[in-house]
């Protein structure tokens, strides 16, 4: 026994008999890991096989956002440390290594990471990831009521831009090890993007052909599911795409919502006046 825990304590491989721990579980997240581990619990969480309740919901937004945040973060550590703290010119080694700093927000993050690291990140997907902070800010703190729909196409884009910035930006930089570990984590996340994007895909291809053919005119891009699905006329306006009850479908997330037995929250109509300047606009 004494020499399995000193073959341990010595950095050696050695056989330990079933059973036996030579101490406490230890979390083991580096961050980029870690990131990839929270988008794959968003992946599962937006599954109509292994999620797609509200409670789902909730949680892929949480998840999504801490994704971003953790990876975003650990590029800017790549380019350098200092980065990550809210005021750079306030940074430490002591307050690094035993993290007691504030660190910068997403929005920050984005930023200096456009300007300092020459990072492609586009207007679109910028306005994504701070929507997505607005979201969970307001889902964490005080509450939100939301489309499904939406959430699913909006957590679409971003997860489509974190997995873009994964392949470009980290993965290439990781060691062996590393990304050995994440290698099916990755595999299991890129196939839960392609579902959630064949998802959205599939719906305005139903949409173009139906209840959106020829209003092109008077249709513009929905602010809640960025689709262009939107219908404005002078006295309302209403998305086709995230609005529920306009057809007779059962996506996926409609059917994860009657397991729940939870109704979908209704979006609201566009005011008369809004949508009347929105049509003027067309």
Request: aromatic content about 4%.
């Amino acid at each position: 026994m004494e020499s399995v825990k000193s073959a341990a304590l010595a950095g050696q491989r050695s056989y330990v008999p079933p059973g036996l721990r030579l101490g406490p579980p230890q979390l083991d997240f580096p961050p980029v890991p870690n990131g990839v581990d929270y988008l794959l619990s968003v992946v599962h969480h937006l599954n109509e096989d292994t999620g797609g309740s509200p409670r789902d919901i909730k949680y892929a937004v949480l998840h999504l956002q801490a994704a971003a945040e953790v990876l975003l973060k650990a590029r800017l550590l790549r380019e350098h440390w200092t980065l990550v703290f809210k005021d750079p010119g306030a940074a430490t080694r002591k307050k690094k290594d035993d993290f007691s700093f504030e660190s910068c927000t997403t929005t920050e993050a984005v930023t200096r990471l456009r300007n300092i690291a020459h990072i492609a990140i586009t207007d679109a997907e910028a306005k994504a990831l701070k929507d997505l902070t607005r979201d969970r800010n307001a889902l964490q703190h005080y509450g939100l009521t939301h489309n499904a729909r939406a959430v699913e196409a909006r957590a679409a884009v971003v997860l489509d831009f974190l997995v873009r910035f994964l392949d470009e930006s980290l993965l290439p930089e990781l060691h062996e090890e590393e990304r050995t570990r994440i290698r099916r984590p990755m595999d299991e996340v890129r196939s839960g993007l392609t579902a959630i994007e064949a998802f959205v895909d599939e719906r305005m291809k139903r949409l173009r052909g139906s209840e959106l053919q020829g209003a092109e005119s008077t249709t513009a891009q929905c602010p809640d599911c960025n689709q262009l699905a939107l219908r404005v006329a002078p006295d309302e306006g209403r998305c086709h795409f995230c609005a529920p009850g306009l057809d007779g479908s059962t996506d996926r997330v409609r059917a994860g919502r009657r397991r729940s037995r939870q109704p979908v929250q209704r979006m609201p109509r566009l005011s008369r006046s809004h949508a009347a300047r929105l049509h003027r606009l067309r």
